[in-house]
């Protein structure tokens, strides 16, 4: 495991500097940066001192060149709106988008998997026929829409839970139920089919001619063996989950990093930007090399070595 480990090492790299790369470059499409961040009336002269002053007349791989430098000591520039270190702004938003990420995703899966365990087992019966209608409901309704309906029911008409905000567990109840909701139909569909599957095998049909109790021949022999393309797909969807939380958090008004990296769009501040874009997506690397790593834990069959 060390070996692959070690192996992964290049690869992370080159994924993050493939993003920092096009996250980079992506500003300097539309031509000169302060074109964009200064005001539509700044005068030509203006606008060459403010380029002189930031760097921006450099040619553009001399920048990109300063910018991994700093970015390898944390220093991915200032904030031209906040006067401060646009890391600084993003670390400090980020326990919040983990918080709510984490939260989503155990949501779905604690009510996921047994959902679709029983589903499986009771195949073609109205429980699985209503599990199914619940599920195709749960991946066709938009996550702004869900939201909105949740703080009308909940927050406006009966009190239940607060409307916005974070730093109470009632705060964290309807944005949990909102990003949850779609990978909780996903997964619990996804059980439902591994399972399946996997209880036509032959060894299945095995154990149980031995007179294994049928709670272990589901839980040990069936549900595990069923879950290498689940972990997958949380492991992949779980790092969805860090971008596709800009919605939430905007319905929510929950201070994380999406509502911050969509006011950064708004207030063109594309410094912090960049910062967002290469933060999730080294938190994005790390969640699937961490994914990798549990596969052998769960499979004993698998094993990583330096010749993977």
Do not use: C
């Not at 619990?188 to 154990?207: K, N, Q």
């Amino acid at each position: 495991m060390l070996g692959y480990f070690i192996k992964k090492i290049p690869q992370t790299i080159i994924v993050i500097l493939g993003v920092s790369f096009i996250s980079f470059f992506v500003m300097h499409l539309s031509g000169n940066p302060a074109q964009l961040l200064l005001p539509p009336e700044a005068t030509e002269a203006e606008i060459q001192a403010f380029s002189h002053a930031l760097g921006y007349d450099r040619p553009v791989y001399i920048q990109y060149l300063d910018f991994l430098k700093g970015a390898v000591r944390g220093d991915f520039g200032m904030s031209m709106v906040h006067r401060k270190s646009a890391f600084q702004l993003v670390t400090e938003r980020l326990p919040a988008t983990l918080e709510l990420s984490v939260a989503a995703m155990l949501f779905a899966v604690i009510i996921a998997i047994p959902t679709g365990v029983i589903s499986a087992l009771k195949r073609n019966s109205w429980y699985d026929y209503l599990t199914m209608l619940f599920t195709l409901g749960g991946q066709s309704i938009p996550t702004f829409w869900l939201g909105i309906m949740l703080v009308m029911l909940f927050s406006v008409k009966f009190h239940v839970f607060p409307t916005s905000g974070r730093g109470t567990w009632q705060q964290l109840v309807l944005p949990t139920i909102t990003l949850g909701t779609f990978y909780l139909a996903m997964i619990s569909r996804l059980t439902r089919a591994g399972l399946l599957e996997i209880l036509e095998e032959d060894y299945i049909r095995t154990a149980r001619a031995k007179g294994v109790k049928e709670s272990l021949v589901i839980i040990k022999h069936g549900l595990k063996n069923s879950l290498i393309p689940l972990v997958t797909v949380i492991g992949l969807q779980f790092g969805k989950l860090l971008g596709g939380a800009i919605v939430t958090e905007m319905v929510f008004e929950w201070p994380g990093v999406g509502k911050l990296a969509i006011a950064a769009i708004n207030q063109r501040d594309f410094t912090v930007v960049q910062t967002v874009v290469v933060i999730l997506a080294i938190t994005f690397v790390a969640v699937n090399l961490f994914t990798d790593l549990l596969y052998s834990y769960l499979d004993p069959r698998i094993r990583f070595d330096a010749k993977d």
